[in-house]
């Protein structure tokens, strides 16, 4: 059986796009090129590796077989590239991250910072609900991932970076904007608006009312921060977000923290990878950097000016 690392790359990219075009557009190729390159690679494998199903393409038994060995594949030779420039004394490569929606609200700024230190790092962000990060860790498709909530049956490496206070949220209208010490009782009669069922952000509110015993009147489940801000705002209800969500933004969104007594709940975020994962020298440093961030992250989210 005889394939090339170019078939590899050409058969993993229509893997991840769906189809030929895709994955002709995504490696810069024409489309007759990938399809020739993916017969002969058929050929030597000896049995097809995707079927056709209208516009879209579903990998075979084979095929995902193939996959997976082809991912592995290229995973250890971009570590071995990255090696390679460390021993130089160089810092280039991909660095490939998975994150849950809300860090979307502190990633992409110590993204910016590491890459104005290192322009020669390409990355690869993905900004997905719980269940989607979870699938891409499953199949080790990136270097690292940051959720709130670590999935519990699987073999990690985590560690614990940054804060991820959870608070109550109000519009800036609501009789109860400019109380202090408000007890969780009087919120038994409001709506509420939540995450959806499954998002970190939900799981963590869940758990920490049930601790307190308080059972909210959900009105509204949404999957996005931003429809939630802007329905409080709109007077629908109050909510339970990640103070990340609003951190220095509670003038534009039109809504403010309440300050309830048993919150903000204590919650934590995590950079996750495999235990049998090797960090390249990238990740290494990308690590360091995000260390070295969390502390000023952490001073900006603490001194919110709640009205």
């Not at 060995?69 to 090696?83: G, I, L, R, V």
């Not at 920490?208 to 921060?225: A, I």
Request: hydrophobic share 45%; charged share 20%.
């Amino acid at each position: 059986m005889h394939a090339t690392f170019r078939q590899l790359q050409l058969f993993l990219a229509l893997a991840e796009a769906g189809s030929i075009t895709a994955a002709a557009r995504a490696c810069h190729v024409t489309q007759p090129t990938v399809s020739m390159q993916l017969r002969d690679l058929a050929d030597s494998v000896g049995l097809p590796l995707y079927n056709q199903f209208g516009k879209r393409l579903r990998l075979t038994e084979a095929g995902e077989a193939l996959a997976s060995a082809a991912q592995s594949m290229s995973d250890e030779w971009a570590a071995f590239e990255q090696k390679i420039n460390g021993l130089k004394g160089l810092t280039q490569g991909r660095l490939r991250i998975s994150v849950v929606s809300t860090a979307k609200y502190f990633v992409p700024g110590i993204l910016g910072t590491f890459c104005a230190r290192y322009p020669d790092i390409d990355i690869a962000l993905q900004l997905l609900n719980r269940d989607g990060v979870l699938a891409r860790l499953q199949d080790h498709r990136d270097d690292l991932y940051i959720m709130s909530m670590p999935p519990p049956d699987m073999e990690l490496e985590q560690e614990m970076f940054l804060p991820n206070p959870l608070v109550v949220i109000a519009s800036k209208g609501h009789p109860l904007a400019h109380r202090k010490a408000i007890p969780l009782a009087a919120l038994a009669k409001e709506r509420f608006i939540l995450r959806e069922q499954g998002s970190s952000t939900r799981m963590a509110c869940d758990a920490h009312l049930d601790g307190l015993g308080f059972k909210p009147n959900v009105r509204l489940e949404l999957g996005s921060n931003e429809a939630i801000k802007h329905s409080v705002a709109a007077g629908l209800g109050l909510a339970v977000l990640s103070r990340h969500a609003i951190a220095g933004r509670t003038d534009g969104d039109g809504v403010t923290e309440l300050k309830v007594r048993g919150f903000p709940a204590q919650s934590n975020w995590f950079i996750l990878y495999p235990k049998d994962h090797r960090p390249a020298p990238v990740v290494v440093e990308f690590l360091a950097h995000l260390r070295a961030s969390a502390k000023e992250l952490t001073d900006s989210i603490s001194g919110v000016v709640r009205a």
